[in-house]
């Protein structure tokens, strides 16, 4: 017997994007909405670009004052990220 699949798209009913491509600004509030709160949140975002255009972690950073490392390969999109920090 197998268990039916589990729903997991009522998070999308959260999205919305500030800076994020595809709502990921909405649905990770409403993750840390439901998480125990704690002093420090840190996070990681992988090619981070220049660090507004598309991101999902601005409005964490920005907004929230969350800790970050902000990771970028392209020279021209690095440099536009270490100004705008």
């Not at 409403?30 to 660090?51: H, N, S, T």
Request: hydrophobic letters at 35%.
């Amino acid at each position: 017997m197998t268990n039916p699949p589990l729903n997991n798209d009522w998070l999308n009913s959260y999205a919305h994007n500030i800076t994020s491509q595809y709502g990921e600004d909405g649905i990770i509030a409403k993750i840390f909405e439901i998480l125990p709160q704690q002093d420090d949140y840190f996070c990681v975002e992988f090619g981070a670009g220049d660090g507004f255009n598309l991101s999902n972690t601005h409005t964490l950073i920005n907004q929230k004052g969350w800790y970050s490392v902000q990771i970028e390969a392209r020279l021209d999109s690095y440099q536009k990220l270490i100004v705008g920090l």
